[in-house]
């Protein structure tokens, strides 16, 4: 796993991670049962086919953003406004689309994107601020940012089959990116910037400890890093995990944290 706070391949790194996290979730689905793929999964009105298909469209608007910047601006204000202009959701649209064909005819689809994007990713210039839903991403923030989906999104196919995934090194990632994403987190709920930053000092799958953030940093967050991730992801509840905030900007951004672009999540309830 590359470690995003050394230098090196950084982004041949990222992509190996993806591709990796990928096929754990490929595992999970490629010999389901037909009847399986409409099981509900925790994100309400989605099922297995819904999260596969999500997974499928966004990798297709990424390639797009990799490989045609220019086009994926003008695409953004065709079918894609017309949507939201009718009060209907794309992402929504989307993943109802692409959950309407045969499972295996997904599987492929899914397939084929998600090889298209490292690909994409690996082409385009390292610098380059390509465009999104939220803010500019380069290569290497917008592989972070398709790690991050497939390993939420497969957490959601992981927990409708009932399946337990080993938490691996390529969570850094995600904790990661949680961290660079506090401030956003912040304003998406209405509310200043922090004043002060926060360190994560994370239990790692293997027993290590992950730090992140400066070292004199007043808030910090302890715990284990697959808690941090679920929590940033929010496909689990702030009280259902083992996290600990000290300081009062760490204790506001634990109930809000979001590691993806848009709008506040509904996040998940407690679990009984």
């Known amino acids: 796993m590359t470690d995003p706070n050394t230098p090196g391949d950084v982004l041949g790194g990222l992509l190996a991670d993806l591709r990796a996290e990928s096929a754990v979730l490929d595992a999970l689905v490629a010999d389901l049962a037909a009847g399986d793929w409409a099981r509900p999964t925790p994100a309400e009105g989605w099922t297995v086919a819904h999260q596969i298909a999500h997974l499928a469209w966004t990798d297709d608007w990424t390639a797009l953003a990799a490989r045609d910047p220019e086009g994926f601006t003008a695409s953004l204000g065709g079918r894609f406004t017309e949507l939201l ?31 298209e994007v490292p690909a994409a990713l690996a082409a385009a210039p390292a610098d380059a601020r390509l465009p999104w839903f939220g803010p500019p991403m380069k290569p290497a923030s917008m592989a972070t940012a398709r790690l991050m989906e497939t390993w939420a999104h ?18 850094r990632h995600i904790a990661h990116l949680g961290l660079r994403t506090l401030g956003f987190a912040f304003a998406a709920h209405g509310l200043p910037a922090p004043e002060h930053p926060v360190r994560l000092e994370l239990t790692a799958p293997d027993g290590g400890l992950w730090a992140l953030g400066p070292a004199d940093a007043p808030d910090v ?30 204790a506001a951004w634990l109930p809000i944290a979001q590691a993806f672009a848009g709008p506040p999540g509904k996040g998940r309830q407690p679990q009984a």
Do not use: F, I, K, Y
């Open 154 to 171: 497969g957490q959601d196919v992981a927990d409708a089959l009932g399946a337990t995934r080993e938490p691996s090194a390529r969570l």
């Open 221 to 250: 967050v302890t715990g284990p890093a697959l808690d941090l991730c679920l929590l940033v992801t929010q496909r689990r509840h702030r009280d259902d995990l083992a996290l600990t905030a000290t300081g009062p900007v760490a």
């Open 85 to 115: 202009a009718s009060g209907a959701d794309p992402v929504e649209e989307g993943a109802r689309e692409g959950a309407a064909a045969e499972p295996a005819e997904l599987l492929a689809r899914w397939r084929a994107g998600r090889e």
